[in-house]
């Protein structure tokens, strides 16, 4: 059993700040890559920013140079730091991770977390 638990959301004002975390708990042998993906009313989920387990990273380019996503690979925990919040990063964000249950890793499993809200309004 793996469980993926996100905290950090909540309500901010246009050029405010918020940070994101999530934690993967449960039988976990490794994690390769961790990420953020939000979902907007009306619209398909979609990747906000992506860090493989080396520190590889990729952002999209709408949050690029004001999102920062990290990770601790002992503890099993993504962040995302969101500066310089718009209105249109509004959404229910959520974290997902490539997880290996046993030393087999020639495959692994997808977990996703409950999701957090985030609204950037005036």
């Known amino acids: 059993q793996v469980q993926l638990v996100e905290s950090g959301g909540g309500l901010v004002q246009p050029g405010g700040s918020l940070r994101l975390s999530c934690a993967a708990s449960g039988s976990i042998f490794s994690i390769n890559n961790m990420g953020w993906y939000r979902q907007a009313p009306g619209k398909e989920r979609e990747l906000v920013a992506l860090?493989?387990?080396?520190?590889?990273?990729h952002y999209r380019d709408s949050v690029e140079g004001r999102f920062t996503i990290s990770r601790d690979n002992a503890k099993n925990t993504v962040d995302l730091q969101m500066n310089s919040l718009k209105p249109e990063d509004t959404a229910v964000y959520y974290c997902?991770?490539?997880?290996?249950?046993?030393?087999?890793?020639?495959?692994?499993?997808?977990?996703w977390g409950q999701g957090t809200q985030v609204t950037v309004s005036s």
């Open positions: 860090i493989s387990r080396g520190g590889n990273i």
């Open positions: 997902k991770a490539n997880i290996f249950r046993t030393s087999d890793t020639s495959s692994y499993q997808s977990y």
